[in-house]
């Protein structure tokens, strides 16, 4: 069984940054699509980045683009996601998320099959 546990999350001022962890195991990742999603209070789970287990590609939602970088490291089974230049808007619960495969719809959180249980991001103003 596919597990995903997140960790990092925390309280940080507007310019700051934090590093995002997700732990995985129950599977070889090898052919996973691995991705970080958010929610903010009263809004519907939006993309964030997302990442081939092969490290090759790449994907960031507009908005975090040349702020944040995802990673993954093949051997810890972990991915992370460095967030620099944090603005309050930032502020969400963070999820990680992991679908088998790899597909244009990387975006589409309905197509992930396991998820963490998040964690909360702060960015005060």
């Known amino acids: 069984q596919v597990q995903l546990v997140e960790s990092g999350g925390g309280l940080v001022q507007a310019g700051g940054s934090l590093r995002l962890s997700c732990a995985a195991s129950?599977?070889?990742?090898?052919?996973?699509?691995m991705g970080w999603f958010r929610q903010a209070p009263g809004k519907e789970r939006e993309f964030v980045a997302a990442?081939?287990?092969?490290?090759?590609?790449?994907y960031y939602a507009d908005a975090v683009k040349d702020r944040f970088t995802i990673s993954g490291d093949n051997a810890k089974n972990a991915v992370f996601l460095q967030m620099n230049s944090l603005k309050p808007e930032d502020t969400a619960v963070y999820y990680c998320?992991?679908?088998?495969?790899?597909?244009?719809?990387?975006?589409?959180?309905?197509?992930?099959?396991?998820w963490g249980q998040g964690t909360q991001v702060t960015v005060s103003s």
């Open positions: 990442i081939r287990w092969s490290g090759i590609l790449t």
């Open positions: 998320a992991a679908r088998y495969g790899y597909s244009v719809t990387y975006y589409d959180a309905s197509s992930y099959q396991f």
């Open positions: 129950g599977a070889t990742f090898s052919s996973y699509t």
